[in-house]
């Protein structure tokens, strides 16, 4: 029992540090993540079309940052990529399917996560160099036992205290 509590806090943890890494505003003593982070590109897309894949990697391209296309890849959540999987031309095929298949998409790799949201259509896309990322992380964890706030209920509350911070180091290695 105890090492599948661990494993789920955990997970949890995974979660809330993508979440943090991607879409933190910085407040509530959390780090600015790539989208509030003014040193990143900023890319408008509008309406998702068959070229916004080529539009971020392009803005990533005119930055003149050194990146290396083999740690290049896109972020996104599960809507845009039902979208981009069943996006089809005037004929009929599907634009990113089979590439989408192999785990590419433009020809670089993509990743989803549910921690970017979306809201009436409008979604969040990164595509940059992954490796300038900056993860500061202190290697240790608190591990809090709170047997009083859910004593009504007979539950007891575990909280996992984890501190890391987040810069780009080039902030133009990534298109948001």
Known sequence: MDRMVLADMI???KEGLTAAALMSNGSVKSPKGIKFNGRRNTVSIGAVTP???TAL?????????VADPRFCA???NPDLW????NLKTNTGDYHFREEMDKGLLGGFRFRTTVQIPTATNITDWFFGDWRELLIGDTKFME????????????????HLIHKTDFALRQGLAIAH
């Open 11 to 13: 997970a949890v943890m």
């Open 143 to 158: 591990f809090l036992i709170d047997p009083w706030s859910g004593v009504d209920a007979g539950t007891t509350a575990l």
């Open 57 to 65: 990697v392009k803005q990533l391209m005119n930055s003149k940052v």
């Open 82 to 85: 039902a979208f981009l999987y």
């Open 51 to 53: 070229d916004s894949p």
């Open 74 to 76: 896109h972020v996104f």
